[in-house]
């Protein structure tokens, strides 16, 4: 169920999507939240191209952060909100991590790996199951990864 506690993150993942876009990114952001004290951990975006690394992934990132900030790569029972649908590297990850709840925006049939795809989370050799509800702010996270990348065709156009 979305609440407004859910949206005010979402809003602030969608802050770090633009960030991405801003530099060129795929436009997909990520907030780690302590639900016990609603202290955002982590604030990240992705950053493959930037770092030159496959895995920087705006959730990869997040993780990394989070659990460097707090000694542990276990991170059991905080949130996830990001703005696109877990890829399977990501949803191993989040798994590996024992984030407790995984919020997402926009749904991603082709590359995602939560309720699209491989559906990670619902596979039997996956060792933790966080909850997840995706949905929350769908449309406006759609609608930087279409603007971002329906720009970039543009771009394409012209200099061909």
Not at 21 to 43: C, K, M
Not at 93 to 98: C, F, K
Not at 120 to 140: I, S
Request: aromatic fraction near 6%; proline fraction near 5%.
């Amino acid at each position: 169920m979305t609440d407004a506690r859910d949206i005010r993150f979402m809003q602030a993942a969608l802050e770090q999507a633009q960030a991405a876009a801003d530099i060129g990114e795929a436009p997909i952001g990520a907030i780690l939240v302590d639900p016990e004290t609603d202290e955002i951990i982590a604030r990240t975006h992705n950053q493959p191209i930037s770092l030159d690394d496959p895995t920087g992934h705006a959730e990869i990132l997040a993780l990394r952060e989070a659990a460097s900030k707090r000694g542990n790569y276990r991170l059991t029972g905080m949130e996830l909100f990001v703005t696109l649908e877990p890829c399977t590297m990501c949803a191993g990850a989040i798994s590996h991590a024992r984030i407790g709840r995984v919020v997402f925006g926009a749904e991603d049939q082709k590359g995602g790996g939560v309720v699209n795809g491989v559906r990670f989370f619902e596979q039997p050799t996956c060792h933790w199951r966080p909850d997840v509800l995706g949905g929350v702010l769908a449309e406006p996270s759609s609608e930087i990864l279409r603007s971002f990348f329906r720009a970039r065709r543009a771009a394409k156009k012209t200099s061909d």
